[in-house]
């Protein structure tokens, strides 16, 4: 017989560890997720990027053991969550750029924000656009967002991981205020290879 142990661990910051073990293998694993599920795209490469950052809400999650899950004990509030939701756009131009935000959708779900972001000029400029459930013990969520862009339509289809502890230091900050993103070499590379890397 084959055992494998998980252990899902959560609190009041929006956090979740995971602690599994594999009887097979004898080997253990330890994550501590954050509370952040974020991704990114370019809409102009090298010029207009966006995110889409999602930030757990829920105020206590319990303490569960993988048994008692594959038993049935979870109830809809353990599972249940709100995630704030928040669009961002960095824009490395010398000009705004205004950016219509008409839908965002996850999972059935839809917010239709029909807000303009006015991208400011080599900033970084967010807005929140509403809250969607999402899953306590969830590690991604897929999410797509509607935009026009200089008067054309389009969207984007991301799939957003939430963030290990350990990795989100070394990705671009999800703080919500707007910060100066001066268009350096090292700064443009890095937000590429951020960007690149969460489609």
């Not at 501590?32 to 974020?38: A, G, L, P, R, T």
């Not at 999602?54 to 319990?62: L, R």
């Not at 509607?146 to 703080?175: A, C, F, M, W």
Request: charged share 20%; with cysteine; aromatic share 6%.
């Amino acid at each position: 017989m084959v055992l494998s142990i998980t252990v899902l661990a959560g609190c009041s910051s929006g956090t979740m560890t995971v602690d599994s073990y594999s009887a097979q293998t004898r080997q253990s694993s330890h994550k501590v997720y954050s509370k952040y599920y974020d991704a990114g795209v370019w809409l102009v490469s090298k010029h207009l990027g966006m995110s889409v950052v999602v930030d757990h809400e829920k105020n206590y999650v319990p303490i569960l053991h993988g048994i008692q899950q594959s038993f049935g004990a979870l109830t809809p509030s353990d599972l249940e969550a709100s995630g704030k939701t928040t669009v961002y756009l960095w824009n490395f131009d010398a000009q705004t750029h205004p950016v219509k935000i008409m839908r965002v959708s996850s999972r059935g779900q839809s917010l239709a924000p029909n807000k303009i972001i006015n991208a400011s000029r080599k900033q970084r400029t967010g807005e929140v656009v509403g809250n969607i459930g999402i899953c306590n013990y969830g590690t991604e969520l897929p999410v797509t967002v509607e935009y026009e862009l200089d008067g054309t339509s389009g969207n984007v289809h991301l799939t957003l991981p939430r963030r290990e502890r350990t990795r989100i230091s070394k990705l671009i900050s999800v703080q919500g205020e707007n910060r100066p993103i001066h268009g350096t070499k090292r700064r443009s590379a890095d937000c590429d290879k951020a960007m690149n890397s969460r489609c």
